[in-house]
């Protein structure tokens, strides 16, 4: 037989259905209760999206869908209630913040050894700067399972901008997941740690997908 790999699921049950990037017509049947857009998707989503945003200038236009392989942002049962999934989340923070000029941060960060990839550095960023507004927007994903990793913005570039807002999608179990009966276990939240009193944005993130803004 042919063995699938990287197969994201979209449906959680017994059995869960995904499918691999790439394969969109081919629906894949697993025998196991798998969680279906966990925190660890949403990571995902938020470190696609900051990929596309650095390319920018290439790509003027993608699809959800076809980037992570889904149509279930927002899940709904016949006759029930809907719900955002997890994935909703970086996508609705990336589109409602990311605004102006692009900006490619000069990021140092520790690197996380992987089976796959190799030597990867466990931060990645982005940011867009809006003139008009004079508002600046940071995306950063922490990509370490274990680790948390502080996460500083110097602010100086931008004259007197301060830290306006930090938002964070996190938990403490990565493969946390929204449903039916939990709509809103996994969403995103204020980071406890941030503050505008100095001119740079200080965050602490332990696996997740992170916006900072300042003004």
Same mark, same amino acid.
């Given at each position: 037989g042919t063995i699938l790999s990287d197969v994201i699921v979209e449906v959680a049950g017994k059995p869960s259905f995904g499918r691999q990037m790439g394969s969109y017509p081919i629906l894949v049947g697993i025998p196991?209760?798998?969680?279906?857009?966990?925190?660890?998707?949403?990571? @995902? $989503?938020?470190?696609?999206?900051?990929?596309?945003?650095?390319?920018?200038?290439?790509?003027? +236009?993608?699809?959800? %869908?076809? #980037?992570?392989?889904?149509?279930?942002?927002?899940?709904?049962?016949?006759?029930?209630?809907?719900?955002?999934?997890?994935?909703?989340?970086?996508?609705?923070?990336t589109a409602r913040h990311a605004a102006g000029d692009v900006l490619r941060p000069d990021l140092t960060a520790p690197t996380l050894d992987t089976a796959k990839h190799g030597t990867v550095p466990v931060l990645d960023a982005v940011a867009?700067?809006?003139?008009?507004?004079?508002?600046?927007?940071?995306? @950063? $994903?922490?990509?370490?399972?274990?680790?948390?990793?502080?996460?500083?913005?110097?602010?100086? +570039?931008?004259?007197? %901008?301060? #830290?306006?807002?930090?938002?964070e999608l996190a938990d403490d179990d990565r493969f946390a997941c929204n449903t039916q009966d939990e709509p809103d276990r996994v969403v995103p939240h204020a980071h406890p740690r941030a503050g505008p009193d100095v001119p740079r944005a200080v965050l602490v993130l332990a696996h997740v997908f992170g916006l900072s803004t300042a003004s």
């Open positions: 196991l209760v798998l969680p279906a857009g966990s925190v660890l998707d949403a990571v @995902v $989503v938020g470190s696609l999206l900051i990929t596309l945003l650095r390319a920018s200038d290439r790509v003027h +236009a993608a699809c959800l %869908a076809q #980037l992570v392989n889904t149509i279930s942002a927002i899940r709904t049962e016949p006759g029930g209630p809907a719900w955002r999934q997890s994935i909703f989340h970086p996508f609705s923070l867009t700067w809006d003139a008009d507004a004079r508002r600046l927007a940071v995306f @950063v $994903v922490n990509r370490d399972p274990d680790e948390a990793v502080i996460f500083e913005v110097p602010l100086v +570039a931008f004259g007197d %901008a301060r #830290l306006a807002q930090a938002t």
